[in-house]
């Protein structure tokens, strides 16, 4: 949580801003690094734990969710989760087949897994930014950010990952028309080879990186976006009822756990109520309010507000950031393949 | 913010989640697509083709049942024109055998009328011979006597 002062909220900021990092340490050795300067220190030998296992986790989400809908995939009336997947991957397929016009295999599968794996990395942004990070300090673990695409070494690494496929099919199928069309465009003249060949690097190599840097600044902003939000309107102990809450009053600066427990299970109840047709919804929202407010103040009220707005945009830009991903990597793989 | 291995480790799981997914999600669900794309266009051609069927079937069905009606309406036509026949034949047929009985019981009848005649004859050529017997008293030879009064009595 953060507090008053604004040492404290740098400190809250960059905190929600730092991997947790295991890696090679030049005066500790292998080990988890104790925060920012520690993981710098450790230069290239270091891994992004919580990047990694996020995006592998989700990545296994994935293929689980996908072979299953697979497995389930009949000629019949389907049902279910494998309607959902086949709207995806009926919505990919008309994409790839309106942007790449070769003949790949590859393509089409690495379009859904491009879109579906990184629309659940930024999903991970909609869950409260403080929920998991808080969860796992309390089981010991320093440092978490829980969405891999705000990591530049993960969608660097996808961008790259794509990058080698170009250069693997410009080489395939254009073999030295390849080399061709580095050197002699836009200038064909031979004396311009030099220059051609400054200009059409740089353009090749701008492509995976806008791709990755995309992606990673998007999510990178939104994610910053939800933290000032956390931070504008998490006030600290002693601003009163109004400001802090009852938990302020009653627990000064050390509230306990069990306090957001209980708050967190009369809101789910209040809901549940409602779904069940007990109380009305207008009398819900109220309750839920006082519910809140209770508990964090009417700024964290407020707060928890904007979260809310801004989620709900956020939701169309993850979406968008992952179809233009996937359509960015389609477009690059097809002008790979067109043979001039 | 710093680039490290987890670069290599994104592009390795990236390469090996892309292969899952082609080698076993996506040629999966786009083959039972198209297989089922296939054969709903087959139903709808199928379905297509049975009403047309229907169709023909209804139109056959129509014809037929003009041709029967047609039929039909023949088939009364030349029952009544039969029954027609049968009670003309029926009513020429009673008039002949009333005619025939008819004859046939005037023949009777002059049949039963002649004997009566002859019979008659005989009884008055008896008769008359009797009667002249007793008006003559006296013994006439009965046989001289009998073809006179026969040749009489045919006069009658």
Redesign the interface.
């Known amino acids: 949580m953060a507090g008053e002062n604004p040492a404290s909220t740098t400190e809250y900021i960059q905190h929600h801003?730092t991997n947790l990092?295991y890696?090679n340490h030049p005066d500790n050795g292998w080990g988890f690094a104790h925060g920012a300067q520690e993981?710098?220190e450790?230069?290239?030998?270091?891994?992004?734990v919580d990047?990694?296992a996020w995006?592998?986790g989700l990545?296994i989400l994935?293929?689980w969710l996908?072979?299953a809908?697979?497995?389930r995939?009949?000629?019949?009336v389907?049902s279910g989760v494998l309607n959902f997947?086949?709207l995806i991957?009926?919505f990919i397929?008309g994409a790839v087949k309106d942007s790449f016009h070769g003949s790949n295999?590859?393509v089409?599968?690495?379009a859904?897994?491009i879109f579906v794996?990184i629309f659940l990395m930024n999903l991970m942004d909609l869950l409260p930014v403080d929920l998991i990070p808080e969860l796992l300090m309390l089981a010991g673990v320093n440092y978490q950010k829980i969405v891999p695409s705000t990591?530049?070494?993960?969608t660097?690494?996808?961008a790259?990952?794509v990058f080698i496929l170009m250069l693997y099919y410009s080489i395939k199928i254009k073999g030295t028309g390849f080399v061709a069309e580095l050197t002699m465009h836009p200038f064909n003249h031979w004396g311009f080879i030099p220059i051609n060949l400054f200009m059409e690097t740089v353009g090749l190599l701008a492509k995976p990186f806008s791709l990755g840097l995309r992606l990673f600044g998007n999510m990178y902003a939104g994610e910053m976006i939800f933290i000032l939000i956390a931070t504008m309107f998490a006030a600290g102990a002693g601003a009163g009822l109004i400001g802090g809450g009852l938990h302020a009053q009653i627990f000064g600066d050390n509230t306990s756990a069990w306090f957001w427990l209980v708050i967190f299970i009369l809101v789910c109840g209040v809901c549940t109520l409602n779904l069940k047709g007990k109380i009305s919804t207008g009398k819900t929202v109220l309750l839920c309010m006082v519910f809140m407010a209770l508990g964090g103040g009417l700024t964290a009220l407020a707060g928890g507000l904007m979260q809310w707005g801004w989620a709900v945009f956020h939701i169309l830009v993850i979406t968008l950031q992952a179809f233009i991903f996937m359509v960015l990597t389609v477009v690059y793989l097809s002008m790979a393949h067109e043979d001039h | 913010?710093?680039?490290?291995?987890?670069?290599?480790?994104?592009?390795v799981?990236?390469?090996?989640?892309?292969w899952?997914?082609?080698k076993?999600?996506?040629p999966?669900?786009?083959?039972?697509?198209e297989?089922?794309q296939k054969?709903i266009a087959d139903g709808l051609d199928a379905a297509d083709r049975a009403l047309r069927d229907l169709e023909l079937a209804q139109n056959k069905a129509t014809d037929q049942m003009k041709e029967a009606k047609q039929e039909a309406a023949g088939i009364i036509d030349q029952a009544n024109k039969r029954a027609n026949q049968i009670i003309d034949e029926a009513k020429q047929q009673a008039i002949a055998e009333g005619d025939r009985l008819k004859v046939a019981a005037q023949a009777d009848i002059e049949q039963e009328m002649n004997r009566a005649k002859e019979e008659l004859r005989a009884t008055v050529a008896g008769l008359a011979l009797a009667g002249a017997e007793k008006v003559l008293e006296a013994s006439i030879d009965d046989k001289a006597n009998r073809a006179l009064v026969d040749k009489l009595a045919a006069q009658l």
């Open positions: 801003l990092v890696g993981a710098a450790m230069g290239f030998m270091a891994i992004h990047s990694m995006s592998v990545g994935f293929c996908f072979r809908a697979a497995k995939a009949t000629t019949g389907p997947v086949e991957v009926e397929d295999k590859m089409a599968p690495l859904l897994t794996w990591d530049p070494n993960i660097l690494g996808m790259l990952g | 913010m710093n680039i490290n291995l987890t670069l290599f480790g994104q592009m799981t990236f390469a090996f989640f892309v899952f997914c082609m076993f999600v996506w999966v669900i786009i083959e039972a697509m297989e089922r054969k």
